[in-house]
């Protein structure tokens, strides 16, 4: 049995335990897969579905809770029921509308701060470039 020699790019980083399970053909930029900032290795660009996807389908979710909250309270009293299904139409809607309105609040306010976040991570990578070039002159 041979020892498969692997390039110094590839040896297993200590501060990342979760490397020492990936297979040597992965590259990199992809040792340390758990740490929620992006790799400085990958520059490549993002869509802006990729960027904006996750508050985009929690608005949806919110305003189609939103509009069933609405929906179910305009119910209570439009139809003529019974009076315990009043009643539980009068409990159950606007429950769903101030989840809606919170989960919708919550998608809305999620979009700045991902833009903030963008500006943020755009002017880290000037400065660490910048950085790459001054120290290695």
């Not at 897969?33 to 608005?59: A, G, L």
């Not at 919170?102 to 998608?107: A, F, I, R």
Request: proline letters at 5%.
């Amino acid at each position: 049995m041979t020892m498969e020699v692997l390039p110094k790019a590839l040896e297993v980083d200590e501060r990342c335990p979760e490397s020492k399970d990936l297979l040597p053909s992965q590259t990199a930029s992809s040792l340390c897969i758990s740490s929620r900032s992006e790799s400085v290795w990958t520059t490549t660009p993002r869509s802006n579905w990729e960027i904006y996807h996750k508050p985009i389908i929690i608005m949806s979710v919110g305003s189609a809770t939103l509009l069933f909250g609405v929906a179910i309270t305009c119910l209570a009293y439009v139809l003529d029921l019974t009076k315990e299904t009043i009643e539980a139409l009068k409990m159950i809607g606007p429950a769903f509308l101030s989840l809606g309105l919170m989960t919708l609040v919550c998608g809305l306010v999620w979009v700045p701060i991902i833009k903030k976040k963008q500006k943020q991570r755009q002017k880290s990578s000037f400065f660490q470039s910048l950085k790459f070039f001054l120290l290695n002159r």
